[in-house]
């Protein structure tokens, strides 16, 4: 983040096309691995899957007339995660084939992450172009957590207002145990998600 704010205060960037707009998505997680899954000694294990995502935010670009340029993203998410218990898996024997499995409780979390996420990204065409970053997250609810996600996109200028984006984040901390506060107890994972994105710039100077 440093690194990006020296940069926008050199000449180069002042001299530059800079444009700044909305930022809309929506996507899918993935399932989150649950290392519960087989242990030693009988427990509860849990198996997590985010079921719809949801994105506002807003994104400043930087040489955006140039084949290499830079976005910052300010977004806030909406995710719904659906949470399955079941009875303890023995070591080497899968938990799906166990007695007990499927008889425990499901519950849902509704998870709010606050990201901030900076992307280096390569024109390959005049419209089209691709992307690496990192994303720094702060999940807000359902308890305070960290995040440093890793995230690849590519990405469409439609029009001179419109540009659509496909891009995909990992999470590389272990966020899930930070969430056993409620229902659950003994959670283990990182989150992941796809998302189809809409970028509408409202300035371009």
Known sequence: MVAIAMLCSCPVFAQDKAEHGLLVGAGAGFPMQDET???????N?????????GMLGYRFRFLPQRRFFVDLD????????QTYE???AQVGIPYWEQEGVGTG???TDFI?????????NYRITEKFFAGLGLSPTLYILPQAAFDLGVAARIGYRVSK?????????????????HFNDGPAMGRRGHFS????????PFSIK
């Open 161 to 177: 207002r419109c540009e659509l984006g496909l891009s995909y984040q990992y999470g590389c901390l272990n966020v899930l145990k």
């Open 105 to 107: 409780k499901s519950f």
């Open 74 to 81: 300010a977004t806030l998410g909406f995710q719904g995660m």
């Open 86 to 88: 079941f009875k303890a």
């Open 112 to 120: 709010m992450p606050l990201a901030l996420t900076a992307t280096c």
């Open 45 to 53: 294990g849990y198996l997590n899957d985010v079921k719809a995502n």
């Open 37 to 43: 899954k087989f242990a030693l000694e009988p427990r």
């Open 193 to 200: 998600d796809l998302m189809l994105s809409v970028y509408i």
